[in-house]
């Protein structure tokens, strides 16, 4: 197939874009490098400068290239700052993300997958939380992702856009020749390797008094390879099995404390850290059912704990201390 995959120089977009590659299909990412890397487009890839927001840029890279699908991986993650910037998220994640589907309309392009996230659930009533969980997202992040899934599926029954989405409950670790680097840093596992490497002082828990064996918040983490490769499942059965929606992640949480005593024990550093507030938009725990994904398209994640995850992690920052800064 020939896929466009919009924020294909991000952290996921680079390890989705490079299985992509490995599949022998054709690949253009499109990305506007505020949080993505040229460095990180996989060689074999064609790359194009442009922003969701711009109609006229969208119209341009569908109008060159006669595409099969869309991966779009586009939009703002930050919980917290969603918290204080609403507008911000659903602007980006709704109102830009509808000028994609406009594009693939247009166009013809009457496939899409789309990455989505488990904050669509908000509190959990059950542990791990199915796809058949309520939705009552506690964040204007999860509640704006909400909103896009829904309005995939009225594209889906006004055009035919066949739909694949996929809520991620917490992308971590690294392929060996792409990684994490944002800026600024906000996700745990790559902030505790920051100080392991002796690029911070210490860590900043936040918060330690939820109702959790050790008081900090629990989270499923999904190894990016493993991620990476449900995109491509999903992208190659979406004919056969029509429209569907997955949870993607293993069957287990891990505390934040957890995490830094796994880091602890992989890197040989102190790790010191430093209690915080709660931080606005956070739950107690995120833990994915992913049982649905696993019977249908037999996704089974090659990193089922979080020890192997990290090791992957590490491996890639030890690499790439600055990441992709020259």
Not at 9 to 14: C, E, N, V
Not at 299 to 320: G, L, M, N, Q
Request: aromatic share 10%; proline share 4%.
């Amino acid at each position: 197939m020939r896929v466009l995959v919009i924020g294909g120089a991000g952290y996921i977009g680079s390890v989705v874009t490079e299985q992509l590659i490995k599949g022998k299909h054709h690949v253009v990412v499109f990305d506007n490098l505020v949080q993505g890397h040229l460095e990180a487009v996989p060689a074999g890839a064609e790359f194009f400068l442009g922003d969701v927001a711009n109609q006229e840029a969208l119209e341009s890279v569908f109008g060159r290239w006669p595409f099969d699908a869309v991966i779009d991986l586009a939009g703002e993650t930050i919980v917290t700052d969603s918290m204080t910037n609403p507008f911000k998220y659903v602007k980006k994640n709704v109102v830009d993300g509808l000028n994609v589907l406009e594009a693939m309309v247009k166009y013809g392009v009457r496939r899409i997958i789309f990455s989505s996230t488990s904050a669509v659930y908000g509190e959990p009533e059950t542990i791990p939380m199915p796809e058949n969980h309520r939705l009552e997202p506690g964040n204007s992040y999860g509640e704006s992702k909400l909103i896009f899934e829904k309005m995939i599926k009225w594209y889906d029954h006004a055009f035919g856009i066949r739909f694949g989405i996929l809520r991620y409950f917490n992308a971590a670790g690294a392929s060996r020749n792409f990684g994490e680097d944002h800026r600024p840093e906000t996700h745990l596992i790559p902030l505790v390797l920051q100080v392991a490497l002796g690029q911070r002082e210490f860590l900043t828990i936040f918060g330690t008094d939820y109702e959790t064996p050790d008081g900090t918040c629990i989270r499923g983490y999904t190894q990016v390879e493993d991620l990476a490769r449900a995109h491509i499942l999903l992208l190659e059965n979406l004919d056969k099995l029509g429209s569907k929606i997955y949870n993607v992640g293993t069957l287990k949480g891990y505390s934040v404390m957890e995490v830094i005593d796994c880091v602890r024990e992989i890197t040989g550093a102190q790790i010191p850290a430093i209690r915080g507030p709660r931080r606005a938009g956070d739950v107690r725990v995120m833990v994915a059912d992913s049982t649905k994904i696993r019977h249908e398209l037999g996704w089974k994640p090659a990193y089922e704990d979080i020890h192997s995850i990290v090791k992957t992690a590490w491996d890639w920052h030890r690499r790439y201390p600055n990441g992709y800064s020259k």
